[in-house]
């Protein structure tokens, strides 16, 4: 037993040695600047956008992860549905439950490499690319 | 024949008190498993939600935010590590204030012990420790889990110690202190739910959840000690 106790004093002390280093290391080099950003992401399945602000409600082809610049009136309108999954210290992925509405004269067509690929009845959206 | 009235009212006083003292021992049961119940459910919930982490696949909510860091190898390592310790703790000390198991299979209490006090010494707390330092928050967040990943090490080294001393109440103290501890995984998700659900953003929904499950668990285990050892400090004062 007192082999463990040494034995764990040795990788606390370890641990809190490389991470005072790392720590500094990954300070200097601006790592943080990048941690837990508040970006909006598109987890594409099928396609790939660069920065998708819209997603259409039939479309399954991304999932739309909303920003904090979302607007207060799609917040108050949503009631948040609690699942098992969410029982996480991640953060609670809203958004796959609140798909975007995107109004006609507010569609704008995707910009894809490849034309013939997309398909009109299912095209998504706002990609970005087009401003 | 004499008959002496003085039977009948002691046969009513021992009828009554063996009532009370069953309707005691019911509210006793009632409360623990009130108690337990939602314990034992979320604790068992989490290994659920922890599982499917060891496919290593990065499409979880808590990786994606943390991608850099996940560069990393080392940070890897401990996150897959303090994850599966986190599992291991988490299992191992559900029995472990259970009584019937104490007195009826003490091997299983000592030797789930062992693993619960080997995970936390040389798996957990380390790994947590390493991780604060990038942990998602302000520098009293990263203080914070800084904080609990040496007073989990510290009470599972102190619980480790007193037994091995003989020395059970000092145990039993410090190992409820080194619980508490390793609960504010599940507590935190708990916060972290309800906060959500009454829609206050994601920053503040973390530090706050964080704050009150790590300070919470605290207060909660110093007074459960305390109700605990009430009648055994209440001899002092005889």
Known sequence: ?131 | MKFTPVCIPIKTSCMLNSRRLTLYQTIRYFFAILFWLPITFFSLLLIHNTIPYFTFNQDFSFIQERIVLFADSIYKGCFYTHIMAGMLCISTALIQFSSYILRKRKAIHIWSGRIYVFVVLLLGAPTGLYMSFFAKGSFWERALFLFMAIYWFYTTFKGLQTILKKNVLAHKIWMIRSYSMAMTAVTFRIYHILFYYYGIDHMHNYEVSLWISVLGNMLFAEYFIFRQSRSYLKTFLT
Do not use: C, W
């Not at chain 1, 207060?72 to 210290?89: A, G, N, V, W």
């Not at chain 1, 609670?92 to 439950?97: E, K």
């Open chain 1, 1 to 131: 037993m007192k082999a463990i106790i040494y034995a764990g004093v040795g990788l606390l002390t370890a641990a809190s040695v490389y991470g005072v280093v790392n720590y500094y290391h990954a300070k200097k080099e601006g790592t943080f600047n990048h941690l837990y950003k508040d970006e909006a992401v598109v987890k594409n399945t099928n396609t790939q956008f660069d920065s998708a602000k819209k997603v259409n409600v039939n479309s399954d082809s991304a999932e739309y992860i909303p920003t904090s610049a979302d607007n207060d009136s799609q917040k108050k309108k949503f009631r948040p549905r609690i699942q098992l999954e969410d029982f996480s210290r991640g953060r609670i992925d809203y958004v796959r439950r609140r798909p975007m509405i995107v109004k006609d004269s507010e569609y704008v067509k995707p910009v894809v490499e490849d034309e013939e690929k997309v398909d009109s009845s299912k095209a998504v959206a706002d990609t970005g690319r087009s401003n």
